[in-house]
C-alpha cells in the first residue's frame, strides 16, 4: 500500500464531513467513485496486520489530535492496535 492509498483511507475516516449530505454535480460524483474503488482495492490488497505495521504512527498521531468521541481508537482496535486515548475518549458502538 502507498501513502496515498493510506492517505485516502485515512481521509475518508476522519472526514468532518464525511456523514453531510454533499451536493452533486457530475465531476464530483466520478471523483467520489473513484475514491470509493481505490479504497476497496486498498482494503481488499491489505491485511489488517500489514496496515498496523506500515502505518501505526500515522494511525495514533490521528488518534491524538482528533476531538473526542475519537473515531481512530475504533480504527486502531480493528488493525489490533491499541488505543492510547482515555476510555471515556473513546467513541463506542452501542
Keep these: 500500500m502507498s501513502a496515498e492509498d ?4 485515512i481521509d475518508l475516516l476522519s472526514s468532518k464531513n464525511a456523514a453531510a449530505p454533499r451536493r452533486t454535480t457530475r465531476s464530483s ?6 475514491r470509493i474503488r481505490k479504497l476497496r482495492y486498498v482494503l481488499e490488497t491489505l491485511t489488517p496486520a500489514e496496515v498496523a505495521g506500515r502505518y501505526a504512527d500515522r494511525i495514533y498521531a490521528l ?3 482528533e476531538e473526542p468521541p475519537k473515531v481512530m481508537s ?3 482496535l480493528t488493525f489490533g492496535l491499541e488505543p ?3 476510555i471515556e475518549q473513546r467513541y463506542v458502538i452501542q
Design 6 to 9: 493510506f492517505k485516502t483511507i
Design 29 to 34: 460524483a466520478f471523483s467520489e467513485m473513484r
Design 63 to 65: 488518534e491524538r489530535v
Design 74 to 76: 475504533m480504527v486502531l
Design 84 to 86: 492510547r486515548a482515555p
